[in-house]
């Protein structure tokens, strides 16, 4: 069975397998986005499609750049933290 579901219709269910679509026109990391409250909404819609999976997600190109961007940003922190205790 393939249930095709849009994010809002989707809270409170569960799939095995989720596939994210590209129609995520908001990048919440784009700097010249100024509405915080229509950020936070729309990381709060893309969180709730994430969630849907109990196996298996298959992320979309907005998603990978918040992975990349989170993970760039620990890089960073963890660097700038060793390079304070080195002295």
């Known amino acids: ?3 095709l579901a849009t994010a809002h219709r989707s809270k409170g269910l569960e799939w095995d ?3 994210l679509y590209e129609d995520f026109s908001f990048d919440p990391l784009d700097p ?3 509405d915080p409250k ?3 909404d729309e ?3 893309l969180y709730v499609a ?3 999976a109990k196996s298996i ?3 979309n190109a907005i998603v990978l750049t918040i992975m990349e961007h989170c993970v760039d940003a620990r890089k960073k922190a963890e660097a700038k933290h060793a390079a304070s ?3």
Request: aromatic share 4%; charged share 25%; net charge positive.
């Open 1 to 3: 069975t393939v249930t």
């Open 43 to 45: 990381l709060n819609l």
């Open 50 to 52: 994430c969630t849907r």
């Open 32 to 34: 010249d986005n100024k």
């Open 85 to 87: 205790c080195r002295g």
């Open 17 to 19: 397998f989720v596939s």
């Open 57 to 59: 997600l298959a992320v």
């Open 38 to 40: 229509q950020r936070d």
